[in-house]
């Protein structure tokens, strides 16, 4: 069964840090195209970043700069480091496989500024 559990998210002051996790099971996390999304009340999901089965990674202009995705193959976790974060990054975090479900149940990130 192919499950993803998001965990890390928190409250944090802006220019604060945190670290989201992934952690996979059912299939092998590293041989899939990967994405962290997000989404904030009231508005539309975002596309936060990606990461393809060869490793290539893109993010979206909001993030670029400031979140960074790693990826644990022995823990079959993947990473969002979250870096000088701002009111507006506050949201639900998701990871999932890019075109594929389940999706998890996601994790808060919540900025005060």
């Known amino acids: 069964e192919v499950q993803l559990v998001e965990s890390g998210g928190g409250s944090v002051q802006a220019g604060g840090s945190l670290r989201l996790s992934c952690a996979a099971s059912?299939?092998?996390?590293?041989?899939?195209?990967m994405g962290w999304y997000r989404q904030a009340p009231g508005h539309e999901c975002e596309l936060v970043s990606t990461?393809?089965?060869?490793?290539?990674?893109h993010y979206a202009d909001s993030v670029k700069g400031r979140f960074t995705m790693s990826q644990d193959n022995a823990k079959n976790t993947g990473y969002l480091q979250m870096n000088d974060l701002k009111p507006e990054d506050t949201a639900v975090y998701y990871c999932?496989?890019?075109?594929?479900?389940?999706w998890g149940q996601g994790t808060q990130v919540t900025v005060a500024s």
């Open positions: 999932a496989r890019r075109g594929l479900g389940p």
């Open positions: 059912g299939f092998i996390l590293h041989e899939a195209d």
């Open positions: 990461i393809s089965d060869n490793g290539e990674q």
